[in-house]
């Protein structure tokens, strides 16, 4: 059975930094490409950022783009978004988010396995 937790979100201040996990079990995590989205009250669900599973670029839209940082460690079946200078319009739930082999797209329709997301919230 898969399983996909996050961990990591909390309370933070604008300009401050979190770093976000998210481990799966169940899966060969090596062969699956990794997703962060996120959800902000009363919006919908958005990418945050895209990881494929084998060596290749790495997607952020521009609203995150040179802020968070996404990585994977395969050893430890862990996923990672390291988030700097943070704004209050980054609060928001943060899922991860799986896909066995290459996404076609970095959007929620093209992935699998999901958490149950982990909050954070930035105030100013």
């Known amino acids: 059975q898969v399983q996909v937790v996050e961990s990591g979100g909390g309370l933070a201040q604008a300009g401050g930094s979190l770093r976000l996990s998210c481990t799966a079990s169940?899966?060969?995590?090596?062969?699956?490409?990794m997703a962060w989205f996120r959800q902000p009250p009363g919006k919908e669900r958005e990418a945050v950022s895209c990881?494929?599973?084998?060596?290749?670029?790495?997607y952020y839209p521009d609203s995150v783009k040179g802020r968070f940082t996404i990585s994977r460690d395969n050893a430890k079946k862990t996923l990672y978004l390291q988030m700097n200078s943070l704004k209050p319009e980054d609060t928001a739930m943060y899922y991860c988010?799986?896909?066995?082999?290459?996404?076609?797209?970095?959007?929620?329709?093209?992935?699998?396995?999901w958490g149950q997301g982990t909050q954070v919230t930035v105030s100013s």
């Open positions: 990881i494929p599973y084998t060596d290749g670029p790495t």
């Open positions: 169940g899966l060969t995590f090596e062969t699956y490409s």
């Open positions: 988010a799986a896909r066995y082999r290459l996404y076609p797209t970095c959007h929620e329709s093209a992935f699998t396995y």
